[in-house]
Antibody, heavy 121, light 108 residues
Framework: EVELLESGGGLIQPGGSLRLSCAASGFTFSSYAMSWVRQAPGKGLEWVSAISGSGGSTYYADSVKGRFTISRDNSKNTLYLQLNSLRAEDTAVYYC??????????????WGQGTLVTVSS | SSELTQDPAVSVALGQTVRITCQGD??????ASWYLQKPGQAPLLVIY???NRPSGIPDRFSGSSSGNTASLTITGAQAEDEADYYC???????????FGGGTKLTVL
């Protein structure tokens, strides 16, 4: 059974940094692209970033490009998202999502339960 | 990037058929996928590609596409189908993803 467990969220001041982690189990992690998708309180879903199975290709939404960095450690079955220069509008639940393919198909067939990031002074 | 537009809310009588739509220019080039989300839960993939259902998704869920519009049809809606529904697809660049704003489905 696929399991995705996010961690690392919390309360952070504007301009601060945070690193989110997503520990994966139940599938061959390196064989699948992964994404981060966020959801602001009471709002809809917003794709944030994606990474191929090998980690060689990365993609970012315009809203986070240059501030967030996605990475993965296939030896540890873990996905990461480094969040820098945080803004109030980055406040959201951050989900990691497993892609159907090794390269990005953007069909997300498994999701974690999310970790809440709150940016506030 | 492109946008995907969904009706904010739709209702359906128990056991009847409902169609939820998603409009956007990128849908002329890419198939949508559809997710349902219940309060306090993570999204769940229900349809992807031309009309594919992941394992465990009931066959009352189906997808279709025409021009710039993708549709999710629930044939014989059940009380447990009440949820927020989101579509997504690649944007016009092909390397980014866009989500629709979501449709709240009420089963009466």
């Amino acid at each position: 059974e696929v399991e995705l467990l996010e961690s690392g969220g919390g309360l952070i001041q504007p301009g601060g940094s945070l690193r989110l982690s997503c520990a994966a189990s139940g599938f061959t992690f390196s064989s699948y692209a992964m994404s981060w998708v966020r959801q602001a309180p009471g709002k809809g879903l917003e794709w944030v970033s994606a990474i191929s199975g090998s980690g060689g290709s990365t993609y970012y939404a315009d809203s986070v490009k240059g501030r967030f960095t996605i990475s993965r450690d296939n030896s540890k079955n873990t996905l990461y998202l480094q969040l820098n220069s945080l803004r109030a509008e980055d406040t959201a639940v951050y989900y990691c999502a497993k892609d159907l393919g090794t390269v990005t198909t953007y069909y997300f067939d498994d999701w974690g339960q999310g970790t809440l990031v709150t940016v506030s002074s | 990037s492109s946008e995907l537009t969904q009706d904010p809310a739709v209702s359906v009588a128990l056991g009847q058929t409902v169609r939820i739509t998603c409009q956007g220019d990128s849908l002329r080039s890419y198939y949508a996928s559809w997710y349902l989300q219940k309060p306090g839960q993570a999204p769940l993939l229900v349809i992807y590609g031309k009309n594919n259902r992941p394992s465990g998704i009931p066959d009352r869920f189906s997808g279709s596409s025409s021009g710039n519009t993708a549709s999710l049809t629930i044939t014989g809606a059940q009380a447990e189908d009440e949820a927020d529904y989101y579509c997504n697809s690649r944007d016009s660049s092909g390397n980014h993803v866009v989500f629709g704003g979501g449709t709240k489905l009420t089963v009466l």
